[in-house]
């Protein structure tokens, strides 16, 4: 499939997605979004893709919702409000969904601002690794008198807590590189002109991996906010004699004796 408003690449095992609609920082717009579904779906459902980076092009990694493209409802049509939840319940919400529910890895390699709904798909990441000049804004409140969205109320205070997710939302401050990891935010912080390779390096490590690796990490992280302690350690015992009995499994053991790399 062709796209206009990203760009998809597979090299050995490597998917990149690359927002790519630089005139508008990347903005969120219906095509962009449609197009993000319809090349998640692709990767989905090939074979030979075992990691993904997701980033953009030119300034911005995304400046988040295409508020130039919003109109006024009229003339007795549906409000804005309305037309907004309806395309967040049809199209922006599945999206942000798929992205967390990938069959493979996925590192996000923020290049400059991540903003608004950007923010959000940006730390839809399993890895997120940004350059220093990048940075993580959430101005809804602040800005729009409106929430912050496309999951960023779930995540942020997975990822910082309560108290700094409370006030990064009322106060809309920009978030750097530098900062975002010292805050749990986001995985790595490097020079701008060494993301991409060090994207690439990450993501190329996390191809040698085992296939099921993320959706099993996910899923026991995810179960682990709500479990107690006893809940967990049944919840791993479960898994681990699930996963035990796997070809993963014995590869690794074998290449620990035979003292060299696995190759899942």
Not at 168 to 175: H, M
Not at 210 to 223: K, N
Request: one cysteine or more; charged letters at 20%; hydrophobic letters at 45%.
């Amino acid at each position: 499939m062709s796209y206009e408003r990203i760009h998809l690449d597979v090299t050995e095992g490597l998917a990149t997605l690359t927002l790519d609609q630089p005139k508008t920082m990347n903005a969120m717009s219906v095509t962009l979004q449609e197009e993000v579904r319809a090349a998640l779906t692709e990767l989905r459902n090939r074979t030979d893709v075992k990691a993904m980076i997701l980033t953009g092009t030119g300034k911005a990694f995304c400046s988040g919702a295409d508020l130039g493209s919003m109109s006024p409802g009229g003339d007795g049509g549906p409000s804005l409000g309305t037309q907004v939840n309806q395309l967040m319940q049809e199209l922006s919400n599945p999206m942000a969904l798929e992205l967390r529910d990938l069959p493979f890895p996925v590192v996000s390699a923020v290049n400059g601002a991540a903003a608004g709904a950007g923010a959000s798909v940006a730390l839809s990441a399993d890895i997120v690794i940004a350059g220093k000049s990048a940075y993580f804004l959430f101005p809804f409140i602040p800005k729009l008198g409106i929430l912050p969205d496309l999951g960023a109320t779930w995540v942020l205070p997975r990822l910082i807590g309560r108290a700094r997710a409370m006030a990064v939302c009322l106060l809309g401050e920009r978030i750097h590189g530098p900062e975002a990891v010292a805050q749990g935010l986001i995985y790595q912080c490097v020079d701008d002109d060494q993301l991409q390779a060090e994207a690439a390096a990450l993501a190329r490590r996390l191809v040698a991996g085992p296939a099921h690796a993320a959706p099993e990490m996910r899923a026991a992280l995810d179960h682990a906010e709500s479990a107690s302690l006893a809940q967990q350690l049944a919840y791993e015992a479960d898994r681990q004699q699930e996963l035990i009995d796997s070809p993963s499994f014995q590869e690794g053991v074998t290449a620990f004796l035979e003292k060299r790399d696995p190759r899942f």
